[in-house]
């Protein structure tokens, strides 16, 4: 079945470092492909998606390229803020369009100043 | 806009108590989902409505869990009788359709089974 794999956290990075996280899916078709944040006490939000292969997502910096070889969807940002502490969760939606999300099991960021 | 509201946003209750959880989405949206999620664990969709109708459910455990959406617009949870695994956060999801993919989340209701 469909599923996805994120890096194990916390990740600890200093304000300004260059952020990676990690993730990788398993899924039949073509599906779509979505970070979401979970800030400190608030709901998740939508960061970026991205709805085919070579694709590109970005918002507030943070960027992700749809690669269907590799079948990854790896977050990027190139200097990170202590604002962007939270976790992070990397989702798939199936090609089927049904609109259910499958999601990994998030990515804990913190960062110092 | 309003966002999706969630109500309590916080629950703790007995093993073997009954708890409800309520839900209002965004305005408009026909689709709503209720997740899962488990502490240092991703969401996980227990149930899918299309307007009032149930779109997916095939990971509710109907013997303890129900929902209902009647008028389509909110929707109920309910937990009858909880078990101590139950404790996790519970998190309502909306979309303008389920071809829509972009799901706006509430803040989700943390529930504690002691």
Known sequence: ?113 | EAGVAQSPRYKIIEKRQSVAFWCNPISGHATLYWYQQILGQGPKLLIQFQNNGVVDDSQLPKDRFSAERLKGVDSTLKIQPAKLEDSAVYLCASSLSSWNTEAFFGQGTRLTVV
């Open chain 1, 1 to 113: 079945g469909n599923s996805v794999t994120q890096m194990e956290g916390p990740v600890t990075l200093s304000e300004e470092a260059f952020l990676t996280i990690n993730c990788t899916y398993t899924a039949t078709g073509y599906p779509s492909l979505f970070w979401y944040v979970q800030y400190p006490g608030e709901g998740l939000q939508l960061l970026l998606k991205a709805t085919k292969a070579d694709d590109k997502g970005s918002n507030k910096g943070f960027e992700a390229t749809y690669r269907k070889e590799t079948t990854s969807f790896h977050l990027e940002k190139g200097s990170v803020q202590v604002s962007d502490s939270a976790v992070y969760f990397c989702a798939l939606s199936s090609s089927s369009n049904t609109g259910k999300l499958i999601f990994g099991q998030g990515t804990t960021l913190q960062v110092k100043p």
